[in-house]
T-cell receptor, first 116, second 116 residues
Framework: DAGVIQSPRHEVTEMGQEVTLRCKPI?????LFWYRQTMMRGLELLIY????????DSGMPEDRFSAKMPNASFSTLKIQPSEPRDSAVYFC??????????????FGPGTRLLVL | AQSVAQPEDQVNVAEGNPLTVKCTYS??????LFWYVQYPNRGLQFLLK??????LVKGSYGFEAEFNKSQTSFHLKKPSALVSDSALYFC??????????????FGQGTELSVKP
């Protein structure tokens, strides 16, 4: 398996622009997580899905952030409009409740976002 | 409330010496405990976990961790450090008494530096 795939790996945009981050989880995994990592705040869970349904979005910072999972093999995290304080590394992770335990999360390589 | 603390921002060790990265936790029920490692410009990788059973858990790359219920600790250890172990290490916890799916609470991370 190719592991969790994220795109783009790097994104530079200007304040006010829309940003869309993409994630393909490991095939067969039923949980998907979006995290944000910054030096100041560390690793924060933004939202997670189970079987494509959002379970907990309490970590989504504000209405400018939205996430979707239209099917088992694809999820997006959208920021509209983007602000400089959104600059961070965004990770997607997936896990399986059937194999390995759903807390054993497999992380993608991350998307490094810079908002100017 | 659930929480996990990594009291050291950085740990410095000479190659060949034993290493310990500390972690303490707070949960209302029985804890599920995890260690993850993050190499530069990469996503987090699962190292090991404690769910139940033997208090000494062995994981990847020669790492092990000891669950101590009385001290609410789950320190990561390795008998002989390698330069290649230099990375950021995260402790994480989930409260088994709460139905939160795969949601983990991560610590702030400890930067391990192993010098030749």
């Amino acid at each position: 398996d190719a592991g969790v795939i994220q795109s783009p790996r790097h994104e530079v945009t200007e304040m006010g622009q829309e940003v869309t981050l993409r994630c393909k989880p490991i095939s067969g995994h039923d949980y998907l997580f979006w995290y944000r990592q910054t030096m100041m705040r560390g690793l924060e869970l933004l939202i997670y899905f189970n079987n494509n349904v959002p379970i907990d979005d309490s970590g989504m910072p504000e209405d400018r952030f939205s996430a979707k999972m239209p099917n088992a093999s694809f999820s997006t995290l959208k920021i509209q409009p983007s602000e400089p304080r959104d600059s961070a590394v965004y990770f997607c992770a997936s896990s399986s409740s059937l194999t390995g335990g759903l807390e054993t999360q497999y992380f993608g390589p991350g998307t490094r976002l810079l908002v100017l | 409330a659930q929480s996990v603390a990594q009291p050291e921002d950085q740990v410095n060790v000479a190659e060949g010496n034993p290493l310990t990265v500390k972690c303490t936790y707070s949960v209302s029920g029985n804890p599920y405990l995890f260690w993850y490692v993050q190499y530069p410009n990469r996503g987090l990788q699962f190292l090991l976990k404690y769910i139940t059973g033997d208090n000494l858990v062995k994981g990847s790359y020669g790492f092990e961790a000891e669950f101590n219920k009385s001290q609410t600790s789950f320190h990561l250890k390795k008998p002989s450090a390698l330069v290649s172990d230099s990375a950021l290490y995260f402790c994480a916890v989930r409260d088994s008494a709460r139905n939160q799916g795969g949601k983990l609470i991560f610590g702030q991370g400890t930067e391990l530096s192993v010098k030749p």
